[in-house]
């Protein structure tokens, strides 16, 4: 079985596929066996675009000669195994000579069955002038009569020859079948059982979260009814169901609750269901924090007493602290001390620049604490602009060579080079890179900076 779209082909010698290919590809489908290739399908989508209409001047090789290529192949003919003006198909042939590989090289069209199918946007028009069933004055046809389902119907060989197409192409597809649109219960099963349906997908976009997502019936009613009236067939589907679910694939993730119920009042309110959402994120959230608040409190105390700082926590940090220990299965304490365990550094270069021992530990500090203790440290020296110890010393090639000789570390702050001649020591003086160099001398204990 081969299935393409017939608008890629164009006429033989034209940029563009050769219908022949298909004949081709049903070989390689069939592993190579040409006997089996000989009783395959081939499906073709899209066939109403090669319809040539007067209105297409010049030789039209995407329509009409494509049409007449698929002529010879839909009656009987043979097609070569090899295409002759195929660089890659010439390729194989060569590789398949020099392993032996020798055999029938043609392959017949006489038992292959083709399937061709298209929207035929305009043809109940044409059927439409043909059976004159439009309304005449105030006298109204019978709806059903002049829908476009009931107009396709009645389609006859001509019609589709005042569409474009050629008599012989036309006379080559004998039977005809036209399509029901889908119904409301149709896009419910499509929904509910088909194997590529797309609520699984939605599932798995939740679940890829932490969100479990739950549909009822009751939503999947109300999106396929909506989804009908789109007028676009399952398509219609994704376009129901984004409306919908847009923000909540958004948010959801965020507000940390572990399910969704999707059902008919979702559907129809989703912005009101969204909102309870939210409110019930917060409730849990402040829940969480005062379950824990004890854990956190603690772990601040010890860590006072390790280290001289005490760590305010306010009532959403702790919350926060909780929530991550529980993503993370965690308990609390040991996710503060996770968190935190860098800290001391830090907020000894903060103390002795501003002597502050309390610092207050909000929601920030626990998403990104790093980021939070590099900007307090940051802030501190910026606020303090004249030295605080007479530690922090100018460089000189001397000072330098006398500490690494004496079994010292050396920080230069904005280091560039060291001079080949005069070995003198080259920096960009004084500023942002004398907070980085102040902060790596405070993690490693140094005497001098």
């Known amino acids: 079985f081969v299935k393409a779209d017939a608008t890629k082909f164009s006429e033989t010698g034209y940029v563009g596929a050769d219908v022949d290919d298909l004949v081709r ?5 069939a592993n190579g066996d040409i006997e089996l290739a000989e009783h395959g399908i081939i499906y073709l989508d899209e066939i109403d675009k090669l319809s040539s209409g007067p209105e297409k001047l010049g030789r039209d090789v995407s329509g009409r000669g494509v049409q007449t290529t698929l002529l010879k192949l839909m009656e009987e003919t043979e097609v070569a195994l090899y295409a002759p003006n195929d660089i890659r198909s010439q390729m194989q042939m060569m590789f398949d000579t ?4 020798t055999g029938r090289e043609v392959v017949n069209t006489r038992n292959i069955l083709f399937i061709v199918s298209g929207a035929f946007g305009g043809l109940e028009k044409i059927i439409e002038k043909r059976t004159n069933r439009k309304s005449i004055g105030f006298v109204s046809a019978d709806t059903k009569d002049t ?3 009931y107009l396709f119907r009645e389609a006859r060989t001509k019609d589709f020859i005042d569409y474009g197409f050629e008599a012989e192409f036309i006379g080559r597809l004998p039977v005809r079948v036209v399509c029901d649109p889908l119904s409301a219960d149709d896009m419910f099963q499509i929904m509910k059982n088909s194997e590529g349906s797309l609520i699984r997908q939605y599932e798995r976009e939740f679940a890829a979260y932490g969100v479990k997502a739950v549909f009822k019936d009751d939503a999947l009613r109300e999106i396929a009814s909506r989804a009908e009236d789109e007028k676009t067939g399952a398509r219609g589907l994704v376009t129901a169901w984004e409306r919908v679910l847009r923000d909540f694939k958004f948010e959801m993730p965020s507000l940390g609750l572990p399910e969704l119920q999707v059902d008919g009042s979702l559907v129809k309110e989703p912005e009101q269901t969204l909102a309870r959402y939210r409110a019930e994120a917060v409730s849990q959230f402040r829940e969480l924090g005062a379950a824990h608040a004890g854990e956190v409190r603690a772990f601040a105390e010890r860590f006072q007493r390790e280290h001289g700082f005490l ?3 306010d009532s959403e940090a702790i ?3 909780a929530a991550r220990a529980q993503r993370e299965g965690l308990h609390v304490e040991a996710m503060c001390a996770k968190l935190f365990k860098d800290y001391p550094f830090g907020l000894k270069l903060v103390t002795r620049s501003t002597g502050a021992t309390s610092f207050v530990i909000t929601p920030d500090a626990i998403a990104n604490p790093d980021k939070y203790v590099s900007e307090l440290v940051v802030n501190a020296c910026r606020s303090q602009p004249e030295p605080v110890s007479n530690n922090i010393i100018d460089i000189t090639p001397g000072r330098v060579i006398r500490a690494l000789e004496e079994g010292n570390v050396a920080i230069v702050a904005g280091f560039q080079g060291v001079a080949q001649t005069t070995k003198d020591i080259t920096t960009l003086g004084r500023g ?5 160099a102040v902060a790596l001398a405070a993690a490693l204990d140094a005497d001098y900076c």
Do not use: H, Q, W
Not at 25 to 29: R, Y
Not at 98 to 101: F, V
């Open 98 to 101: 020099r392993k032996g590989r």
């Open 25 to 29: 590809d049903l070989v390689a489908k």
């Open 311 to 313: 760590l305010d926590f």
């Open 147 to 149: 829908s476009s389902e």
């Open 432 to 436: 942002a890179s004398d907070t980085t």
């Open 319 to 321: 919350a926060a602290v």
